[in-house]
């Protein structure tokens, strides 16, 4: 099993859809998460840290579920400018390395 | 100049050839690190630094060979590289190993 899994997509949502990708991680003992956002060609940027109790900023929500080791990204009100791939990202304890997901490519479309 | 900065952000070289990558990060973090990225592949880690000390190297092909010193600056030196070498390979800081980290623009190699 990957240490981290995500569907690669593509999601095709129209603008002011609610989408949410999921990612599922392997390492139980993992303590802390990220989503990421890569556009084309670009770097990935942090978008979101994801704490234990769920999280929003604007229009983004992130979750955890540590009993089903998954964490979710909600996404609403989509706009053309989050057609991206999102990677979820997920760090052991300590200083250990954080592991990144294959990433779920949206494209909003008009 | 604020955040990490990678120069150059395109090369192009032939196989024969040797280059060097160079990262600098003005965010005072501790940790640095070289990832790949290839086309419809996950990011690869290739090397991790901890305070200008390499902490993690993942059975990288010793044609890739990083230099860090000191925590802001880190390069990576290349020579007689393969075609599949060619990648987007990003330079990124953490405060902390491990931390999530923050990442340059990258530079985008092509080995002919």
């Known amino acids: 099993r990957k240490e981290v899994e995500q569907d690669p997509g593509p999601f095709n949502v129209p603008e002011g859809a609610t989408v949410a990708f999921n990612c599922t991680y392997s390492n139980s003992a993992s303590q802390s998460f990220f989503w990421y956002r890569q556009d084309c060609r670009k770097e990935p940027k942090l978008l979101m840290s994801?704490?234990?109790s769920g999280n929003e900023d604007g229009r983004f929500t992130a979750q955890l579920n540590r009993a089903s080791q998954y964490i979710s990204l909600l996404i609403r009100d989509s706009k053309l400018s989050d057609s991206a791939t999102y990677l979820c990202?997920?760090?052991?304890?300590?200083?250990?390395?954080?592991?990144f997901g294959t990433g779920t490519k949206l494209q909003v479309i008009p | 100049e604020t955040g990490v900065t990678q120069t150059p952000r395109h090369l192009v070289m032939g196989m024969t050839n040797k280059k060097s990558l160079k990262c600098e990060q003005h965010?005072?973090?501790?940790?640095m690190y070289w990832y790949k990225q290839s086309a419809k592949k996950p990011l690869e880690l290739m090397f991790v630094?901890?305070?200008?000390?390499?902490?993690e190297n993942n059975s990288v092909p010793s044609r890739f060979s990083p230099e860090c010193p000191n925590s802001s600056h880190l390069f990576l030196h290349l020579h007689t590289l393969q075609p599949e070498d060619s990648a987007l390979y990003l330079c990124?800081?953490?405060?902390?190993?491990?931390?999530?980290?923050?990442f340059g623009p990258g530079t985008r190699l092509t080995v002919l």
């Open positions: 990124a800081s953490s405060q902390e190993s491990g931390g999530a980290p923050f």
């Open positions: 630094y901890n305070f200008k000390e390499q902490t």
């Open positions: 965010l005072g973090h501790n940790a």
């Open positions: 994801v704490y234990s």
């Open positions: 990202v997920v760090k052991p304890g300590g200083y250990q390395k954080v592991t």
